[in-house]
């Protein structure tokens, strides 16, 4: 069975842009969340996707949003991208129902702000 | 609230044993650990809900006190495989929200 897919792994954006980072959950798992982590605030969760509804957000600013489309797959999207945005964001899926609480982490994409 | 990991890191030879706990401020529902190596992504361990029993995973437990809003992981006779960050996380129902702690780096030595 394949994992949690990530795309792009890495990748350098500057000031003001906005990026669209792509995340595809293991088969049959229609539960996708979004983690921010950084050295300095470690893993923030940003939120979660079930059946293409937002189930719950974290304390981030609108200019994080997300969506999760009808195979599972999720997109998360930046706008006016800030210095303090550079970080690793994880995707991680489950089951969504009556599952055993494992949550599945990609290994991330690496977002570097200029 | 962001649940609190002591201590922020430990350094054993093989063979040792290590104790990681997690408090929180808040009543807690679940307790989810989870470890991570260095450039790789976390990899879930268990996880111990209110009422629950203590769970084990090989040589390494976790006890859950729902009075003291406390969870402690235990690694017995720590291998080499079992250097990383351990981050506890605390969840309500829906156990994609997690909020994690700031981690625990856990080096061993042979």
């Known amino acids: 069975k394949a994992g949690v897919t990530q795309t792009p792994r890495y990748l350098i954006k500057t000031r003001g842009q906005q990026v669209t980072l792509s995340c595809s959950p293991i088969?049959?798992?229609?539960?996708v969340s979004w983690y921010q982590q950084t050295p300095g605030q470690g893993l923030q969760f940003l939120f979660e996707y079930f059946s293409e509804t937002q189930r719950n957000k974290g304390n981030f600013p609108g200019r994080f949003s997300g969506r999760q489309f009808s195979n599972s797959r999720s997109e998360m999207n930046v706008s006016t991208l800030e210095l303090g945005d550079s970080a690793l964001y994880l995707c991680a899926s489950n089951p969504g129902l009556a599952d055993t609480g494992e949550l599945f982490f990609g290994e991330g994409s690496r977002l570097t702000v200029l | 609230q962001q649940p609190v990991q002591s201590p922020q890191a430990v350094i054993l030879r093989e063979g040792e044993d290590a104790v990681i706990n997690c408090s929180s401020s808040k009543a807690l529902y679940s307790v989810h650990w989870y470890r991570q190596k260095h450039g790789e992504a976390p990899v879930f361990l268990m996880i111990?809900?209110?009422?629950?029993e203590q769970k084990g995973h090989d040589k390494i437990s976790a006890s859950f006190n729902e009075k003291k809003q406390q969870s402690s992981l235990y690694l017995t006779a720590s291998q080499l495989s079992y250097s990383g960050t351990y981050f506890c996380?605390?969840?309500?129902?829906?156990?994609?929200?997690?909020?994690f702690g700031q981690g625990t780096i856990l080096t061993v030595h042979p």
């Open positions: 111990l809900l209110k009422g629950g």
């Open positions: 088969s049959g798992h229609r539960s």
């Open positions: 996380g605390t969840g309500g129902t829906s156990y994609g929200k997690l909020t």
